[in-house]
Nanobody
Framework: QVKLVESGGGLVQPGGSLRLSCAVS?????????MAWYRQAPAKERELVAA???????NYADSVKGRFTISRDSAKNTVYLQMNSLKPEDTAVYYC???????WGQGTQVTVSS
């Protein structure tokens, strides 16, 4: 059974940084799948934040370009989201997406507040 376990969320002040991790277990094809991070704020639709292909190409939402970086470690079956210069509007539940298997992580809360 394939599982996605997210970690790294928490409370941070504006301008601070967090690194989210998504560890994939039970899959032998992680390296062949596009991975992505989405987020959903209260009363908002879930939106794509960043994506990375199996070849390492990346895409970012305009709102996070220059501040967030998505990366992956195929040897560890893990995808990361480094979040810098955080703003209150970044507050949301962040979800890891395993595209090939159409799976979601459980979500991890990120709160940016002073």
């Amino acid at each position: 059974q394939v599982k996605l376990v997210e970690s790294g969320g928490g409370l941070v002040q504006p301008g601070g940084s967090l690194r989210l991790s998504c560890a994939v277990s039970g899959s032998s094809i992680f390296s062949s799948s596009t991975m992505a991070w989405y987020r959903q704020a209260p009363a908002k639709e879930r939106e794509l934040v960043a994506a990375i292909t199996s070849g390492g190409s990346t895409n970012y939402a305009d709102s996070v370009k220059g501040r967030f970086t998505i990366s992956r470690d195929s040897a560890k079956n893990t995808v990361y989201l480094q979040m810098n210069s955080l703003k209150p509007e970044d507050t949301a539940v962040y979800y890891c997406r395993y595209a090939v298997l159409a799976l979601w992580g459980q979500g991890t809360q990120v709160t940016v507040s002073s």
